[in-house]
């Protein structure tokens, strides 16, 4: 499925800030409350931070957005030839699980990515 | 506001309102005396920097539970005072508090505008932001869930646009340190104060009870070699030399001694 927004910026947390922006500016769009928009910007930085001290240097982070009315869906990738999968029940990944609706992991081809979807509260 | 709550308002100090005009209005006359040294003015304007500190308390008491630190407030109301020190001009007639409490409250206020912002953020957002903030609470209340940036929008008369910008803004007022009070009174206390950890303290409360009695229990030379070697902090040679034995005799009755407190812990726990 083509992503309706992809992002690609620098592996560098100092861009975080800007995939916060975009997820606050999009879900905002979308009709979600104001507490779910500022969950969505924690779980985006939370994801970030989750994959960029895998990623392989000068390499992308990559974000991709999927809209759907009252639904959101952010994939949060690089490229990583060691990737440090996280935790189930560590800290950042309860955090996660906690602000959205559904959160997942994966490793294939040297990708490692986290992604996250969350409904609105008005729809549900 | 009367000239006489503030300044008194309060405090338990017995001085008569009276007297405290006087005391104020006799140092008023020493700072502004043509003939006095530059250090006696400057005493004059401590004093009465001094004198009035418990109105700039008095103000900023109005500001508490609005997210900044009592304390903070009190400095920069006393720098409010500091001001309408310098600047009273006793031919005016008015009383000092009735010229001070304005300003001191004023510089309280300028910090809130000013200094609440960790960068500089125009004014129709500061005030979108407010206008957020209130409607936030009070569509909260109707919806029974938070609003959303288009229903803000309505409710205020503005665009989505203006809210998703006005909401970004917000993040730049944020002013407190995590570790910031809940401010609910005047004490200091830390969000760090409250959260508790073990006390490593507490256990080896345990074992320096426990190892008391088998330390008693030791002969007065083992116990010496304890002393001048953990507690004097002198190598083995030189207990080897105060007691008069061989090093090696030290290494060995140390070990020795150790293990046996050792294993008579391990039994006593």
């Known amino acids: ?43 985006v930085g939370e994801a970030s931070a989750m994959v960029l001290p895998s990623a392989d240097e000068g390499s992308d982070l990559v974000c991709r957005y999927y809209l759907r009315p009252g639904e959101v869906s952010i994939t949060v990738a690089v490229s990583s030839a060691d990737p440090e999968l ?36 008005v729809n549900a | 506001m009367s000239s006489e709550t503030p300044a008194t308002g309060g405090q ?5 309102l009276s007297a405290m005009k006087q005391a104020s209005a006799d140092l008023f006359i020493a700072l502004d005396n043509p003939d006095a040294t530059d250090a006696e003015r400057s005493v004059a304007r401590d004093g009465l920097v001094r ?16 997210g900044e630190p009592f304390e903070d407030l ?32 004023g510089e309280i206020k300028r910090y809130f505008r000013d200094k609440g912002w960790a960068i500089r953020v125009p004014r129709r957002l500061q005030e979108l932001r407010m206008q957020i903030s209130a ?22 008369g503005c665009t989505v646009e203006e809210i998703i910008e006005g909401l970004e803004s917000n993040n730049a007022y944020a002013t407190l340190s995590l570790d910031a009070g809940d401010d609910h009174d005047d004490s200091a206390s830390r969000l760090l104060d409250s959260l508790g950890t073990d006390d490593d303290q507490l256990e080896h409360v345990e074992i320096r ?14 116990k010496r070699i304890l002393l001048l070697r953990f507690f004097k902090n002198m190598t083995q040679s030189q207990i080897a030399e105060e007691i008069g034995v061989s090093q090696m005799h030290v290494s060995r009755l140390l070990t020795r001694t150790l293990a046996q407190l050792r294993e008579s812990l391990q039994e006593t726990r």
């Open chain 1, 1 to 43: 499925m083509r992503p309706d927004v992809e992002l690609r910026l620098p592996v560098d947390s100092a861009y975080v800030s800007v995939l916060r922006a975009t997820t606050v500016s999009l879900a905002a769009r979308l009709d979600f409350t104001i507490d779910d928009i500022e969950d969505l910007r924690i779980a």
């Open chain 1, 86 to 121: 996280p935790e189930e029940d560590g800290f950042a990944w309860q955090v996660l699980s906690a602000l959205t609706t559904d959160t997942s992991t994966s490793f294939e081809n040297g990708v490692f990515s986290v992604t996250l979807t969350m409904n609105s509260t």
């Open chain 2, 12 to 16: 338990p100090e017995p001085t008569p």
């Open chain 2, 51 to 66: 004198l009035h500190l418990p109105l700039v308390e008095h103000c900023a008491r109005r500001f508490r539970n609005r």
């Open chain 2, 74 to 105: 009190v400095q920069v109301g006393t720098i409010g005072l500091i001001k309408s020190v310098d600047r009273f001009d006793t031919d005016r007639g008015v009383e000092f508090s009735t010229y001070a409490t304005p300003t001191i409250i």
């Open chain 2, 135 to 156: 409607a936030t609470a009070d569509l909260t209340q109707g919806l029974g869930r938070s609003p959303t940036p288009r229903e803000l929008a309505e409710r205020i």
């Open chain 2, 209 to 222: 009870e426990s190892i008391k009695p088998l330390l008693d229990a030791l002969d007065p030379r083992e």
